[in-house]
Nanobody
């Protein structure tokens, strides 16, 4: 089983920046998640896939964040990151890190979520 623990959420003003981190661990010493990603969920809004990254570094971004967010991973440290710049109030949501063998809308493993609130 894969365990994911997010950190780095908080309150930031519009136009500011925030970096989310996710510690990734597995049940076997040689286990390495192929695809890591970030989803977000805001009250009254659909769950949104924000970004994904494969083990070899291929990335995907939602149109709503492209050019502002950067997803990265440190495989040696088993850590996933989401650098969020030029934040907007619409970015306010609970952000979840995810893991699966492929890129999809329903990843197998989810973290507990971290709240990001962007004020105007």
């Amino acid at each position: 089983q894969v365990h994911l623990v997010e950190s780095g959420g908080g309150l930031v003003q519009a136009g500011g920046s925030l970096r989310l981190s996710c510690a990734v661990s597995g049940s076997a010493i040689f286990f390495r998640p192929n695809v890591l990603g970030w989803f977000r969920q805001a009250p009254g809004k659909q769950r949104e896939l924000v970004a994904t990254i494969t083990r070899v570094g291929s990335t995907y971004y939602a149109d709503s964040v492209k050019g502002r967010f950067t997803i990265s991973r440190n495989n040696a440290e088993n850590t996933l990151y989401l650098q969020m710049n030029s934040l907007k109030t619409d970015d306010t949501a609970v952000y979840y890190c995810t893991a699966d063998s492929t890129t999809n809308q329903n990843p197998r493993y989810w973290g507990q979520g971290t709240q990001v609130t962007v004020s105007s």
